[in-house]
T-cell receptor
Framework: GENVEQHPSTLSVQEGDSAVIKCTYSDSASNYFPWYKQELGKGPQLIIDIRSNVGEKKDQRIAVTLNKTAKHFSLHITETQPEDSAVYFC????????????FGGGTRLMVKP | KAGVTQTPRYLIKTRGQQVTLSCSPISGHRSVSWYQQTPGQGLQFLFEYFSETQRNKGNFPGRFSGRQFSNSRSEMNVSTLELGDSALYLCASNLAGGPTDTQYFGPGTRLTVL
């Protein structure tokens, strides 16, 4: 089955700096890679996703890149703000696995004002 | 449009009991998935239902079961509770059940087993 590894597990940045979170996956058949943000007491919320036919996607301060050959994808947050502080999860959906998401272990991002 | 709702939000049970959790998907969504979140194991897929049929099942013992009703609402049941079942149980819905469809998560049910 699919295995997703996420690094780092914690990340502390100064407000205004950039943050990068990296994930690797094992199943070359995976074709959908969402990123979720989870705040305390809430369920994960989708912030951006990328499909295997695209190498990069950007939405305002957030961008995701995908390298299918190396089987890794990354989340980039620019101009971080204190409200970006949360736990971020990457995930992958193997082809022919329905909606099953395999999640990485999560990254706790702390943005210091 | 209302989001995914889960009831109850908090639950305390003792070992050996059983529990039923409920999930109401976003209106019009036909697929419901369940996940278990623990500090040690992270987010793990339990099962997925689409049009009242279980389509996928994760690697959990048979004590974990679920069902989906004709209005797409779903329930999951855990029998013979163990201490290790203490977790946040999350429900996610999506519109058409496709593998690249966005999944929207509810706030979860926090289950504590004493």
């Amino acid at each position: 089955g699919e295995n997703v590894e996420q690094h780092p597990s914690t990340l502390s940045v100064q407000e205004g700096d950039s943050a990068v979170i990296k994930c690797t996956y094992s199943d070359s058949a995976s074709n959908y890679f969402p990123w979720y943000k989870q705040e305390l007491g809430k369920g994960p919320q989708l912030i951006i996703d990328i499909r295997s036919n695209v190498g990069e996607k950007k939405d305002q301060r957030i961008a995701v890149t995908l390298n299918k050959t190396a089987k890794h994808f990354s989340l980039h947050i620019t101009e971080t703000q204190p409200e970006d502080s949360a736990v971020y999860f990457c995930a992958a959906t193997p082809r022919n696995a329905g909606n099953m998401l395999t999640f990485g272990g999560g990254t706790r991002l702390m943005v210091k004002p | 449009k209302a989001g995914v709702t889960q009831t109850p939000r908090y639950l305390i049970k003792t070992r050996g009991q059983q529990v039923t959790l409920s999930c109401s998907p976003i209106s019009g969504h036909r697929s419901v998935s369940w996940y278990q979140q623990t500090p040690g194991q992270g987010l793990q897929f339990l099962f997925e239902y689409f049009s009242e049929t279980q389509r996928n099942k994760g690697n959990f013992p048979g004590r974990f079961s679920g069902r989906q009703f004709s209005n797409s609402r779903s329930e999951m049941n855990v029998s013979t509770l163990e201490l290790g079942d203490s977790a946040l149980y999350l429900c996610a819905s999506n519109l058409a059940g496709g593998p690249t469809d966005t999944q929207y998560f509810g706030p979860g049910t926090r289950l504590t087993v004493l």
